[in-house]
């Protein structure tokens, strides 16, 4: 079966089609509908007449080539020899004269001369001259356009016409009942880079305006469950820096001073845990306007920059990259993927290349790396593997799940390997725009 909904209907139409002819071949009666050609009924008559002449009294004959005269047929009897008229040349009515004398079975034994006056065309005429018993010759006119020559050819084009008419229409309504589907497809993935995306419009039949609707009502709950979310966590935010104000305060008071030390790192490590969870929240929630940005001149600049005040960071990649993102987003992702890589693992290769796909950037580390079954674990928010990642390095486990965010609302991902010679390999790619 193919893989497309369209391609399924055509497949299923283009079946139903089939069977139905075949059903029409193989029970149709098509004796009961069978007619007699032209040039049988023409030969029929032929014969009729020439026999009758042949007993005729030469008054008698007058009065019988009168009455077979009609539009499609002019009969005369004569003495002499008639003109056969324009010889029959093959390919143009030579195969006619050949089933003409066949179909003239009585009268094989006589002389018969076939040929044609004027174009062999619808305005031309065949002449068939007998000659009779007693000498003479009858003369049988008759109109090329009595035989219908021409219509197999007419009929044969029509026919085609009229399949490629019924081809065409398959394929327009199969692509026209698909594209709603593709609709509802397009807008579930916009919505799970955006929530803030534009709804879908309510048109169409009486179902598709029924699923649009509630496709839209759908979109409204999940921002008003992400809206109260970022609600939440901002009365929990505000609750808890004044609870932080005064534990800053309080500790101030403390005798001891590696106990003061101690319960002042702990509050400021509160503290940053607090502002990267909210700085997490409002990222998914707040979309930035997105336009052409170098990537390569930004990853270069924050690699320099990361190098002199991180650890160290080379720069591998064009020197000119220009690609449709949000420009604050993806600096914030790619800063967070090169300061994970000098945090871990000592120091940072950065790569990045264009293909047909999109953009791919590829950060590789000499760390320890990380195991393949925590590769997915890693991008909860605030998880950390404690052998390589520890609160004393000042990490919130946010870094991974913010970047993976980012890059997923522009349509890529963040992914997870480890190196052939040991480390992590980081790979964050982007579609093509």
Same mark, same amino acid.
């Given at each position: 079966?193919?893989g497309?909904?369209?391609?399924r209907?055509?497949l ?5 089609? +089939?069977?139905?002819?075949?059903v ?10 069978e *007619? ?16 009758l ?10 009065a ?7 539009? *499609?047929?002019r ?7 008639p ?31 076939v040929?044609?006056?004027g174009e ?9 001259s ?8 009858? +003369?049988?006119e008759f109109?090329?356009r ?15 016409? *009229? ?7 398959? *394929?327009?309504f ?14 579930a993935? /916009? ?12 048109t ?11 496709f ?18 901002a ?6 820096r ?35 969870? @909210? ?5 998914e929630?707040e ?9 390569a ?33 993806m600096?914030?992702?790619?800063? /967070?993927?090169?300061?994970n ?17 999109g ?13 393949? $079954? ?7 928010p605030?998880?950390?593997v404690?052998?390589?990642? /520890? ?6 486990g946010l870094?991974?799940?913010?970047a ?8 890529? $991902?963040?992914? @997870? ?16 725009t």
């Amino acid at each position: 079966m193919p893989g497309g909904l369209a391609g399924r209907i055509i497949l299923m139409v283009v079946g139903i089609l +089939v069977v139905v002819q075949m059903v029409g071949w193989i029970f149709g009666d098509n004796d009961k509908w069978e *007619f007699d050609e032209p040039e049988e009924v023409a030969a029929e008559q032929v014969i009729a007449a020439t026999q009758l002449l042949d007993r005729a009294t030469p008054e008698e004959r007058e009065a019988l080539t009168k009455a077979l005269t009609g539009i *499609f047929l002019r009969v005369h009897v004569q003495s002499d020899v008639p003109d056969a008229g324009r010889t029959l040349r093959p390919g143009a009515g030579g195969n006619f004269e050949e089933e003409a004398r066949e179909l003239l079975g009585p009268l094989q034994n006589r002389d018969v001369r076939v040929g044609y006056r004027g174009e062999w065309d619808w305005d031309g005429i065949i002449m068939l001259s007998i000659q009779l018993l007693d000498g003479h010759w009858v +003369v049988y006119e008759f109109p090329i356009r009595a035989f219908g020559m021409f219509q197999d050819r007419s009929s044969g084009v029509s026919r085609w016409i *009229f399949w490629l008419l019924v081809a065409w229409a398959i *394929f327009w309504f199969s692509n026209r009942l698909a594209r709603p589907l593709r609709t509802f497809a397009a807008a579930a993935e /916009n919505l799970g880079r955006d929530i803030n995306v534009d709804p879908l419009p309510v048109t169409g039949s009486k179902e598709l305006r029924r699923a649009s609707k509630a496709f839209n009502n759908m979109q409204k709950r999940v921002q008003r469950m992400v809206d109260d979310r970022s609600l939440m966590l901002a009365a929990i935010a505000h609750d808890l820096r004044t609870v932080l104000t005064r534990l800053r305060l309080r500790a101030e008071f403390i005798e001891d001073a590696e106990q003061q030390t101690k319960a002042e790192a702990d509050i400021e490590e509160m503290q940053a845990m607090l502002d990267a969870g @909210l700085a997490f929240a409002r990222g998914e929630t707040e979309a930035e306007e997105r336009r052409l940005v170098d990537l390569a001149d930004l990853t270069r600049c924050l690699t320099e920059d990361l190098t002199q005040t991180d650890g160290p960071a080379r720069y591998h990649g064009p020197t000119s990259l220009v690609y449709r993102c949000g420009p604050n987003e993806m600096r914030r992702a790619v800063s /967070n993927l090169i300061r994970n890589a000098i945090a871990y693992g000592g120091e940072a290769d950065v790569h990045l290349a264009q293909g047909p796909k999109g953009v791919v950037l590829t950060i590789t580390d000499k760390g320890p790396g990380i195991p393949s $079954d925590l590769h997915e674990q890693v991008f909860q928010p605030f998880f950390r593997v404690e052998s390589s990642r /520890n609160r004393e390095t000042g990490g919130t486990g946010l870094g991974l799940a913010i970047a993976r965010t980012i890059a997923r609302r522009h349509g890529g $991902d963040v992914q @997870l390997s480890n190196g052939a010679n040991g480390g992590l390999v980081v790979e964050l790619s982007l579609p093509a725009t």
